[in-house]
């Protein structure tokens, strides 16, 4: 079995006169992807840092290549820190920025050149060494700070919210790269992220940090679809909430009709709960179990779906393979179970 390239063990870390995060273990393998969500204040920056040797820690250890490395200074870490909005020296090109952290390892030059060659590749920036950063846009600077960041080989790369200053078309290019760059060199890779859609899309799991502690690591397609807890699935964002009651036999009595949940009820008690789930968990069908009216149209740039409105319960809905239906349209659907999460209700 691999070792882990980085594992965390018990952290705690104040925030000023506060608590802080307590408690934060987890473990990243050689070459894997961690993406830590959180809200904002949720300690995601101050986690980095940590790890990164950068923010005192109250408690725990941080082990990095199987050393432990929390009373080492940053530069001792083998840990490589990326800021959101990563800055390029001026005065020097996009080559010599790349070059500058194996300068300062003293590094002999015919290797920098080797180096910094197949990181700006990585990166598809080939035959950009000698341009000045300002000649670059702003994608292509970002993709010459992450081949700074990996051009010393650090076992892992910590990345703070490493695409949000970027509009749509540079955030798919700085992705595109930056699991390009990942693959290339294998660190093992934290970054913190408040965007879900940049969670999913790059981390091999992903973690929610809920009030000072990490309330949940799994893998995306899990997490999405069976948050460990009502307070994961408000912070990830899942619009359906439905209220019911649990009735022997595996069945979810709710506003909008009664519904076979099996396997989704392991462990809920019979009584009052809530059912938590994603449109996509909905299947529209003439016979469905439940069913609501549609009472709105939201349309976003990837999906169109319709709210759907009964005995005062709104959930959001696919449209279903005919189309967008009018405006109170009685609407019936299923839920598949699998992508279900049912919590106990007050």
Do not use: C, W
Not at 135 to 141: D, E, H, K, P, V
Not at 278 to 306: M, Q
């Amino acid at each position: 079995m691999t070792a882990p390239a980085l594992r965390v063990e018990g952290l705690a870390v104040p925030f000023g006169e506060q608590a802080g995060l307590t408690g934060v273990a987890f473990e990243v393998g050689p070459a894997e992807r961690l993406a830590v969500v959180g809200g904002s204040g949720a300690g995601k920056t101050t986690l980095l840092r940590a790890i990164a040797g950068l923010s005192p820690v109250g408690a725990g250890r941080v082990v990095i290549g199987g050393h432990d490395v929390t009373a080492l200074p940053a530069e001792r870490r083998d840990a490589v820190y990326l800021h959101q909005s990563p800055l390029l020296f001026p005065h020097l090109t996009a080559g010599e920025n790349v070059a500058f952290p194996l300068r300062v390892r003293r590094v002999p030059q015919a290797e920098i050149v080797a180096r910094v060659r197949d990181a700006l590749a990585a990166v598809r920036l080939d035959g950009f060494a000698a341009r000045a950063p300002r000649t670059l846009s702003g994608g292509q600077r970002h993709r010459v700070a992450l081949a700074r960041a990996v051009v010393s080989r650090p076992a892992v790369l910590l990345l703070d919210e490493p695409l949000s200053a970027l509009d749509p078309a540079l955030r798919e290019e700085v992705r595109e790269s930056l699991l390009a760059l990942q693959r290339a060199y294998r660190p093992a890779l934290v970054m913190v992220t408040h965007d879900l859609d940049d969670a999913g899309l790059l981390g091999d799991r992903i973690g929610v940090l809920l009030g000072g502690r990490l309330a949940q690591l799994a893998r995306p397609e899990e997490l999405f679809a069976r948050p460990a807890t009502l307070a994961v699935a408000r912070l990830l964002g899942i619009p359906n909430v439905l209220p019911g009651i649990v009735r022997p036999g595996n069945r979810f009595e709710s506003p909008l009709g009664t519904v076979a949940l099996h396997g989704a009820l392991a462990g809920v008690a019979v009584g009052p709960a809530v059912a938590v789930f994603r449109p996509d968990a909905a299947a529209p069908a003439p016979d469905g179990p439940l069913s609501a009216r549609v009472t709105a149209v939201r349309h976003r740039a990837r999906e169109t779906t319709i709210l759907a409105t009964g005995a005062a319960v709104q959930v959001e809905l696919p449209t279903g393979s005919d189309g967008v239906p009018a405006m109170g349209t009685l609407v019936r659907f299923g839920l598949r179970a699998t992508a279900v999460s049912v919590f106990p209700g007050d």
